[in-house]
Antibody, heavy 121, light 107 residues
Framework: QVQLRESGPGLVKPSGTLSLTCAVSGGSIRTNNYWSWVRQPPGKGLEWIGEIFHSGRTTYNPSLKSRVAISLDKSSNQFSLNVTSVTAADTAVYFC??????????????WGRGTLVTVSS | SSELTQDPAVSVALGQTVRITCQGDSLRNSYASWYQQRPGQAPFLVIYGKNKRPSGIPDRFSGSTSGNTASLTITGAQAADEADYYCHSRDSSGNHIFGGGTELTVL
């Protein structure tokens, strides 16, 4: 059973950089899956941030693309998220999730528990 | 359009059937997937593809698509089904998109 676990600071100052890591266990990050970050502001819906394929190819939400970077660490079986120039609007629960590579249908079959990141001075 | 539209809230009497819908142009070319999210928990997958259920999901959950509308149907709703439900697919640019979510109340 694949498990994902997010980790990182729970508090980030405005204009700073939010950095999170997702550790993957029970399976290799080198398989044909997409590894995504999704966030959820308090009381609101889900917003996809971006994804990385095992090849290292990334795709980002156009609304966040200028501030986001996702990277892979195959040796540690984890992937990471950086969001720069954060504001209070970036306060959210951040989830990491896995999406198998399939045609016609996309779905996230495994999710981390999520970690709350608050942007505040 | 690269959006998925859901009704914000739906209610159903205990034991009755409820349909939650999701509209969007992306659904003409790909199936939606559906997630249940209870307060304070991560979303988890309940339906994907052409009406596929992950292991452990009760068969009272089913999915269907017609044109640009995907539907999640719960037949014989239980109190445990009270949660938020989100639809999801990729848009034509390859970006993942989520519906705004539907809050299901079981009366």
């Amino acid at each position: 059973q694949v498990q994902l676990r997010e980790s990182g600071p729970g508090l980030v100052k405005p204009s700073g950089t939010l950095s999170l890591t997702c550790a993957v266990s029970g399976g290799s990050i080198r398989t044909n899956n997409y590894w995504s970050w999704v966030r959820q502001p308090p009381g609101k819906g889900l917003e996809w941030i971006g994804e990385i394929f095992h090849s290292g190819r990334t795709t980002y939400n156009p609304s966040l693309k200028s501030r986001v970077a996702i990277s892979l660490d195959k040796s540690s079986n984890q992937f990471s998220l950086n969001v720069t120039s954060v504001t209070a609007a970036d306060t959210a629960v951040y989830f990491c999730a896995r999406a198998p590579q399939e045609q016609v249908v996309d779905y996230f079959d495994f999710w981390g528990r999520g970690t709350l990141v608050t942007v505040s001075s | 359009s690269s959006e998925l539209t859901q009704d914000p809230a739906v209610s159903v009497a205990l034991g009755q059937t409820v349909r939650i819908t999701c509209q969007g142009d992306s659904l003409r070319n790909s199936y939606a997937s559906w997630y249940q999210q209870r307060p304070g928990q991560a979303p988890f997958l309940v339906i994907y593809g052409k009406n596929k259920r992950p292991s452990g999901i009760p068969d009272r959950f089913s999915g269907s698509t017609s044109g640009n509308t995907a539907s999640l149907t719960i037949t014989g709703a239980q109190a445990a089904d009270e949660a938020d439900y989100y639809c999801h697919s990729r848009d034509s640019s390859g970006n993942h998109i989520f519906g705004g979510g539907t809050e299901l109340t079981v009366l």
